[in-house]
Nanobody
Framework: QVQLVESGGGLVQPGGSLRLSCAAS????????MGWYRQAPGKQRELVAR???????NYADSVKGRFTISRANAKNTVYLQMNSLKRDDTAVYYC???????????????WGQGTQVTVSS
């Protein structure tokens, strides 16, 4: 069925940058929106950034001006460029796809396995 695979996580020093990628695969006709969420130890999963098929975006207040989400609709791929990383950005980052239309389902949501981002000196 539909699978989301993230890549690009790793260890980076404060002030550094990382670029996360997420590719959705399967018999997909369309995806309405894709986004990135993160979960730090002991905390709830929270929205980081989200982008619709039409290009509308929203960001968590904590990442505005530092992170940029983009999407390649034809490839069902979403990216998250993370600049000026802070220690508080350390978390597992999860890719999300909403309103996924396939040959057998519609308006479904899917999650990736997650990729670890650690910001530390």
């Amino acid at each position: 069925q539909v699978q989301l695979v993230e890549s690009g996580g790793g260890l980076v020093q404060p002030g550094g940058s990382l670029r996360l990628s997420c590719a959705a695969s399967g018999s997909i006709f369309s995806i309405n929106a894709m986004g990135w969420y993160r979960q730090a130890p002991g905390k709830q999963r929270e929205l980081v950034a989200r982008i619709t098929r039409g290009g509308s975006t929203n960001y968590a207040d904590s990442v505005k001006g530092r992170f940029t989400i983009s999407r390649a609709n034809a490839k069902n791929t979403v990216y998250l460029q993370m600049n000026s990383l802070k220690r508080d950005d350390t978390a597992v980052y999860y890719c999300n796809a909403e309103g996924v239309m396939t040959t057998s389902t519609w308006n479904s949501a899917y999650w990736g396995q997650g990729t670890q981002v650690t910001v530390s000196s």
